[in-house]
């Protein structure tokens, strides 16, 4: 048995409401699963859902928020390609009310690997799930080839800046659209070609003219909302755009008329939906780019464990820049 603190909610709400730092215990992990003593924990956009009561498979509380953790193994079950002492990468059976925020996680072990010898234990920490999407978004089902215009909305968020580092390791020109010159300047940071401030500018008349009127090949869209609807009419003939999420509070709306008369494709993106084989071959391909020095999670605010609601509530309100990272015993 191990003991140490960990954050919950006993019931769904705002992360200030419900959220408790509650004293527990872990047993020895089950099959396929892991035991890890975090050193660093990743906030996310799903956090809020998963404490709202809004995520899939989640739904009843208590909830436990937290996806992704980096740390040490402290135990395996018989049989496991790990050993104690290993030093790890990986996600949380969170939709087994099994989260992140705490002394002590479980990892699922398909989802847990090694942490490459590039990455610091923040940027571990938050790794896995934003670049596995941007890659299985990119690559798998958007098709973004080399010399092509990639168009990130949320760029400067968890999991746009990702899709912009990744766009750029990919070999597309990179236009990053950010709401504020804070987070624009964010995007230059990472590698971003070109920045859109959507709130100072027409963002589909600076797309346009930075594609000399032609439009973006790929769109990656976490974003939704009304940005997301603004920016379907930049997509170019042919073009394609991902829907990756809603951290607007909606979806965007799709003229199924513009579809027609601009011959492009809006492609439903979901990194946990990947069959099990695409799975392992998508993380292993982003740890080996990370690995190469491609890719690295670009980290923003480092929070205590104590402030775990801020964190959560500074992504919710979309206050977050780079990747939110607690640290928990790092």
Known sequence: MFHGKHWQASTFGTPGEVLQLTETT?????????????????????????????????????????QEVSGEVVAVPEGSAFAVGDRVMGMTPFFESLGAHGTYAYTMESQTRRIPS?????????????????????VGRLGLAEGEVLVVLGGSGGSGSMAVQLG?????????VAGSEEKADFCRKIGADHVVNHAASDVVEEIRSLTWGRGA????????????????????????????????????????MGLLLGNFSVVGVFGGGLPP??????????????????????????????DVPRAI??????????????RIGG
């Not at 892991?34 to 509380?61: C, E, K, M, N, W």
């Open 26 to 66: 872990w047993p020895a992990p089950s099959e396929g699963h892991l035991l890890v003593r975090v050193d660093f924990s990743a906030v996310g956009y799903p956090d809020v859902y998963i404490i709202g009561g809004h995520f899939p498979g989640v739904t009843q509380p208590p909830a436990f928020p937290g």
């Open 118 to 138: 590039t990455l610091t234990g923040e940027e571990a920490a938050g790794f896995l799930i934003g670049f596995k999407t941007a890659h299985y978004g990119l």
């Open 168 to 176: 750029k390791a990919l070999g597309a020109t990179v236009i990053a």
């Open 217 to 256: 090949d790929v769109v990656y869209d976490p974003v939704g909302g009304d940005l997301g609807t603004r920016v379907l009419g930049a997509v170019a003939h042919s073009g394609r755009y991902g829907v990756i999420g809603y951290a607007a509070g909606s979806f965007p709306q799709i003229d199924a």
């Open 277 to 306: 084989e695409e799975d392992v071959a998508t993380v292993d391909r982003i740890c080996e780019l990370a690995e190469q020095g491609a890719i690295r999670t670009p980290v923003g605010t480092v929070f205590s464990i104590d």
């Open 313 to 326: 509530q500074q992504v919710m309100e979309g206050q977050a820049v780079g990747k939110t990272v607690v």
